[in-house]
Every structure is written in C-alpha cells, then in structure tokens.
C-alpha cells in the first residue's frame, strides 16, 4: 500500500500542535508506519529540499528546519499521498483552506508547520531519507475492517 513522509516542523513542535496534527491522520483512518522525534541536521535539511536549493528562500527554510526538532511520520494507505497534501492545504497558509493543518493552525508559508510529500516516488525518497532502513514497522491496524471493505 502506499505511503507518505509527513513531518511536524520545527514551529509546529514548539507550539505544541503535535497531537493535533497527529490526530487528524489517525481519525482519518491512515495507518500510522514510523514515528519519531529528531533533530534535523544541516545536511539533511538541504539534501530533502534539494529542489529548491536556487530559490531566495532556501538559507532562511535550511535554518527554519533544523532550528529546532522535528516530528517524523510515515503514514500508509490508499492515495495517502495526495489525501495527506489535501489534510495539509496549500503552501502558503493564508490561501489554505481553513479545515486543513495550515488553513486552522498557520499564517505564514514560511512558518507553515508541517510537511508531505507530493509524490509516490518522493515519498518513497524522502522515507529513506529520513528512516533509513530502521524505523518504519509493519503491523496490522486491527480497526482496519471498519475502514476498508
Ligand atoms: P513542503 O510540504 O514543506 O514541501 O511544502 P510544499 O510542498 O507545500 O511547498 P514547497 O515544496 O514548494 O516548499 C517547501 C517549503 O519551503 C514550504 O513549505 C515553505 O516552508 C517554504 N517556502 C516555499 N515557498 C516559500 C516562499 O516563497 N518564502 C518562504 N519564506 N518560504 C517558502
Ligand atoms: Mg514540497
């Protein structure tokens, strides 16, 4: 089944939104994978938005990562990518909807409080890089015939 990398950012930490954010995956019905709290390093910052390393913004977003800890997730089910990105809203808070993470929690895109990825593969991608091989565990999510037929 598929999967996604979702991650509480450094001002989504520090505000206490943890639970709130989490609870929003697991009552949707989303199977939570992996599950941890950590501090960024610089590099890694980098190499996971990596695609945006030429944009004005890229020093000020490297720092607003690692500037504090982080809450790693890896959640699973069907379309859980693009499901997980409609539950976070747009980039920039203030066009969210509210209902999603940014559109009830934040103003600014660049205080924007958590992360998904925006596709399978960068998905895939972006739970090695964060997970490596250890930390992403398979069980059976026992409610799982009240969600699925
Ligand atoms: P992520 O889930 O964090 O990847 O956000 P996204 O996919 O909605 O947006 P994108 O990948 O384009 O940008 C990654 C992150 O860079 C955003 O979530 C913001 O934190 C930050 N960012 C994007 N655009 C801007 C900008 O114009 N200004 C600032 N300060 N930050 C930006
Ligand atoms: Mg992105």
Redesign the pocket.
Known sequence: TEKTYV?V?PDGVQRGLVGNIISRFETKGFHLKGLKLFQCPKELAETH?G??SE???FP??VD?IVSGPVVCMVWEGPGVVKSA?KL?G???PLESEPGTIRGDLAI?????V?????SVENGEKEIGLWFGDEGVIEWEQAMSPWLRE
Not at 108 to 112: A, K, P, S, T
């Open positions: 991650m950012k938005y695609d945006l944009k004005p913004f000020d977003l607003y990105r976070i747009a980039t920039n600014e895109v660049g205080r924007n958590v992360h998904g990825s925006d």
